[in-house]
């Protein structure tokens, strides 16, 4: 076999199989793949209703290289704090304990567990990867669907006209000690986020960025471009929020419009410009809200905020 | 493991939930309708294909070669790659 190659800038070791059941191009996967590349074996998974639970493989086989426990849709949260409590009663102290569930098994069904978790600091992991909609039934609604999106139940004549729920602040509200969003077209950051989680002991919440090809109503090699699209154009800012202190951690140097993104996925292609034109509004007002936290919130803690090196890679 | 366990009957079942094996058993090769094709003359072994696929169908070796057993067809390491130096090609 040729050698490893010198040039990765992510480890080789994979702790996923080929052969899972997910669609071509699928974004939920490589969220996966990164993250236990972090991780690593000393893990263990709850995962909710959602795509995972299928493309995880039917019983009795599996994907991943760990545990994972297959559990209701509203537990992700409340399962793990359970196994994170019976870990340490047997003075296992050194296992990842990770929920791993769609956006809609957190921000709607499962959010009163994550809420209670979270309250509680109780010393797990929790990654929602959001794609945006229900998927795993067939694209609905999800409070984390953004606003104009086409889904089956917000059809195009009837988009959704309320804005996609913003957990991370939710997150921070509770004053856990690490909350954090990443993208899969960002994997070294996905890494570098879940490797600091991974040292801290109390809730960490980070929330992924994962696209859904047939959900988008994309061709499914734009898998990674659609996501590095949405965080060139700051429609999904990468953020990391320590003990309440937010740090955007990347600047987009000439951002891309936000029209460039929308027109990738056919569930944007009924927007008018004039609707186009005011997601732009929105994710500039938020962008601006972001900067104002990010200053306040360092200026609060006494911590100097460096200016971040503008990326160099060009914003395509 | 790639082999596929066979599950007959109850006898067969695990005496828990507990997973029999993974799902490498599952070649997905088949359900591609368009192929990559690396152009050798091109590749640079940036390993971005090997990185965004997200079926772990290129190897992570130099150069990267597909593993057709597996690869849906999906594309993303045709439009990740950036010296465009893998194309789709019709059929199997
Ligand atoms: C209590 C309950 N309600 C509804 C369902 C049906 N169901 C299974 S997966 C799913 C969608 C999950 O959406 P999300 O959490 O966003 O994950 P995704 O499928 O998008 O990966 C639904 C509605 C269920 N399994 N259990
Ligand atoms: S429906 Fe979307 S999220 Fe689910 S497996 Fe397919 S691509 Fe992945
Ligand atoms: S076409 Fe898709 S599945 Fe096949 S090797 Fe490329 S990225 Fe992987
Ligand atoms: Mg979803």
Known sequence: MAEVPKKLTIPAEEHICSGHLACQGCGAVLAMRYALKALGPNTVYTVPACCWSVIDGPFPYTTLGVPLFHIAFEAAAASAAGLAAGLEMVGKEDVNVVAWAGDGGTADIGIQALSGAAERNDNIMYICYDNEAYMNTGVQ??????WGAWTTTTP????????KKNLVDIMVAHQIPYVATAAIAFPEDVLKKVNKAKQIKGTKYLQIFASCPPGWRMAPEYAVKSVRMA?????????????GVY?????????????????LQGRFSHLTEEQVEEIQQMVDHNWERLLFLEKSTHEMAGI????????????? | MTEKVE??????????????????????GSWRNVTPVIDYDKCTSCML?????????????????????????????????PVDAIVMREGL
């Open chain 1, 231 to 243: 965080v060139n154009a700051r429609v999904w800012p990468l953020l990391e929020v320590d003990n």
């Open chain 2, 49 to 81: 294909c090997w990185k965004f696929c997200p079926d772990l169908a290129v190897t992570c070796a130099d150069p990267p070669e597909i593993i057709l057993e597996y690869c849906k067809g999906c594309g993303v390491c045709a439009e990740e790659c």
């Open chain 1, 247 to 263: 740090t955007i951690t990347r600047k987009p140097r000439k951002p891309l419009p936000v029209a460039d993104y929308l027109r």
């Open chain 1, 141 to 146: 609604r999800s409070s984390s669907t953004p």
């Open chain 1, 156 to 163: 195009a004549r009837h988009f959704k006209k309320r804005p």
């Open chain 1, 304 to 316: 100097p905020l460096e200016e971040k090196k503008k990326t160099k890679e060009p914003d395509k």
């Open chain 2, 7 to 28: 599950i007959r009957g109850a006898r067969d079942m695990p005496p828990m939930a507990k997973s029999l094996g993974r799902m490498s058993w599952n070649k997905t």
